[in-house]
């Protein structure tokens, strides 16, 4: 009985000694941190990347030698003028062509209103941002001392000559020399041709080739005959008006009225 006792006591005792005995201190693992931090970093560098086309992209614009400008003005499908490096200039685009509407020596022509207001809305629907490019086999400047540069939109990435001709606002125009863009501009008038797109929709201009554009019909320009009466520089308001009149009238292989004194295709020029 006395043996069981000290037994039991025993027990007691080494149990209360085990309860007690403090566990060891975990001592910091300064490589688990290092590897914590550094795991961390890499995170952060390898987190998603913002989708690249919502953001400038000035290494292809210097590559392309690109210099933006600003639109200022639609004169009509293939010309505008720009702000450019603080002045204004015109430019005569490369390789397109649209129909005539403001050249004082042609009446308006078949067409020329669409592709006008087709370039008006595309340039403002762009914020009128424009990147302006060089061809050097193509001089600086034509004979009336236009700049002559490619055009292009949202971040230079967007040949606009190339889709006003897809899209059947213009046509392929070589004027003396082969340029940069020639071919993948006469494939794309050769997709809009076998689509009949714009001006080569067989309800456009009677069904004409582009070369043999002609007049807008009568209800939509003025003819001489439907005037009544002499007209001089007095009768307009505006230089502008004059001009317009002057246009619709024949221009200067026409000028039944006189306006054009120094015959150099600019009418009234004492007019505002």
């Not at 209360?16 to 060891?24: C, D, E, G, M, R």
């Not at 953001?55 to 702000?83: M, R």
């Not at 003396?176 to 997709?191: F, P, W």
């Not at 001489?224 to 619709?248: L, M, N, P, W, Y």
């Amino acid at each position: 009985m006395k043996r069981r006792a000290i037994g039991f006591t025993l027990v007691i005792i080494f149990a209360f000694l085990i309860a007690n005995i403090p566990s060891p201190k975990k001592s910091p693992n300064v490589n688990q941190d290092v590897l914590s931090t550094e795991n961390q970093n890499k995170t952060e560098k390898i987190s998603p990347s913002p989708i690249l086309s919502d953001f400038p992209s000035p290494t292809f614009i210097s590559s392309k030698n690109l210099e933006s400008a600003t639109v200022i003005k639609v004169v009509d499908g293939d010309t505008i003028t720009v702000s450019l490096n603080g002045r204004n200039e015109t430019i005569r685009i490369i390789g397109i062509n649209t129909p005539e509407i403001v050249d004082p020596r042609k009446t308006v022509e078949c067409f020329g209103i669409e592709s006008s207001n087709k370039a008006k809305e595309y340039f403002k629907s762009k914020d009128y941002q424009v990147w302006l490019e060089k061809d050097d086999g193509q001089g600086e400047r034509d004979k009336y001392q236009r700049l002559l540069r490619y055009v292009f939109t949202d971040n230079g990435t967007v040949d606009y000559g190339l889709s006003m001709i897809a899209e059947g606002y213009a046509y392929e125009y070589t004027y003396s020399t082969l340029y940069k863009y020639q071919l993948g501009y006469k494939s794309a008038q050769k997709e809009a041709e076998e689509n009949n797109r714009g001006l080569w929709a067989n309800d456009t201009c009677l069904g004409e080739s582009t070369s043999q554009v002609g007049s807008l019909p009568t209800s939509q320009v003025k003819s001489s005959r439907s005037i009544e009466g002499d007209r001089d520089c007095k009768d307009f308001k505006t230089q502008k008006e004059a001009q317009d009149f002057f246009v619709s009238q024949g221009g200067p292989g026409s000028d039944l009225h006189k306006l054009d004194a120094d015959k150099d295709g600019t009418v009234c020029e004492s007019l505002p």
